[in-house]
């Protein structure tokens, strides 16, 4: 089939960025982006570049470039379903809150019900891509829903999972490292290449069965988030027997079987699919009685909480036993630099812990809006009124007062780096302390200011 239609539904981090880039690559297909939430769609049809519902660099021109030519957003979702030829079914999929396989297993409920809208709304026959990252075997599903609900037309499935990163989501859709294509007809196959193939070298560009394709997705997160893990798990014991992680980390990633990729330390990993995916590797095991393969897995998010957790403790101990101002500055919000994302980010986390020790905070993030931070904190502790006492959120770096013995960096932002520390210093109550969740300070320097530093496995 030649593709002359794509409809996208879900404009969220993966639906808008990943449809900007095949409309500015294929200027010969129109490309709609649909979405249930007006308020996102109206921010990706704004003419102000700035109020893009994501923060993605390099994500405005290519937005700019494409949008009004062959790039939609549009909250007409039947309409463009009906048009189209190849439909990316692009949704969210969280970790399930209630029912069989809670706190574990996918939530499919949003992308059963596109597949069941595909299906009720469709006229003619149509390729259908998973682009959501799914379980193993979630394809059955969609084709058993899509015909169960419209006998009269073909539909043909392919999974595609999606590989980019937030902060780098452009470079990673410009030059992925790989593109998947799962699927049982190659003629639908074919297509989706043929998109791929306008921009992506077709040696990068890999076909495989459905069920490689869906269950690839969920092993490249575990083994990405492993890494962290594995490498955090060691901070720990170099705090105990004065090895440095960094330089640990740096021996090791020359090895070139182990690589230097995804072996930074830090105050945890965040983001919205790193911990839902390798829950639902777990979940899919364990359903599958592999108790052995599940508990080997879960110990990755084991670790992750661990990590953050012994983070807070190491700041409301210091507080405690230099009876120190309950009051921290917290730097950074989101869960890694270059995005406004907030997801399971470790900040939430870190800064919950000090809620609950009756610590206030003071909070800073170059993208995170106010509204997000609390609406973070609300959710995960449902205590609206302690984190209205004891939380305060600063837009403006000037603004920050600094008149607390305790800074923690939990986002690695560059501009942290390149802060006169010397100034803020002088503005500090003394002792002065900092936290470094990202260990992205300069020990020494900041020890010669007077600073207390105290960083991760160092
Ligand atoms: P998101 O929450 O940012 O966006 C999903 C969007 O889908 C939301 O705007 C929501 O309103 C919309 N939606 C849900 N149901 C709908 C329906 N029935 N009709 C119309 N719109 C609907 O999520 P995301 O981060 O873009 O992730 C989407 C999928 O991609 C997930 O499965 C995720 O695991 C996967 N993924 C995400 C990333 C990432 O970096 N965020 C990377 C790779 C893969
Ligand atoms: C991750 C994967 O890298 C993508 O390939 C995948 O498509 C995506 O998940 C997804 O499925 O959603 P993302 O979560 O956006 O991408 O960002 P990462 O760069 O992987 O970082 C995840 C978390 O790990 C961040 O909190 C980051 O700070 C942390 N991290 C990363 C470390 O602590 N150390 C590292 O060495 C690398």
Redesign the pocket.
Known sequence: MKVKNICC???????GPTMSVIAQKNKHITVNV????ID?ISAWNSKDLDRLPIYEPGLSKVVNEARGRNLFFSTE?DKHIDEADMIFI????PTKTHGEGMGYAADLK?VE??AK?IAKISKSDKIVVE????PVRTSEKIKEILNRYNKNVKFEILSN??????GT?MRDLEIPDRVIIGGDNSSAIDSLVKIYSSWVPEKNILTTNLWSSELSKLTANAFLAQRISSINSLSELCEETGADIEEVSKAIGMDSRIGSSFLKTSVAFG???FQ??ILNLVYIARTLGLKKVADYWEQIIIINEHQRNRFSKKIIQTIDSNNLNPKVQILGWAFKKDTNDSRESAAIYVADNLIKSKISINIYDPKVKQSQIFFDLNYINNDEIKNKELVSVKNNMLKCKFNTNVIAILTEWDEFKHYDWGQIYKKMNKPAYIFDGRNILDRKKLESIGFNYIGIGR
Do not use: H, R
Request: charged share 20%; hydrophobic share 35%; net charge negative.
């Open positions: 539904i879900g404009a969220g981090y993966v639906g649909v979405d249930m939430n996102k979702i692009s949704v969210n999929t949003y019900a596109c809208q682009k959501s990252t799914v999972p999606e590989f980019l990163a937030e989501a983001g919205s699919c839902k995916d």
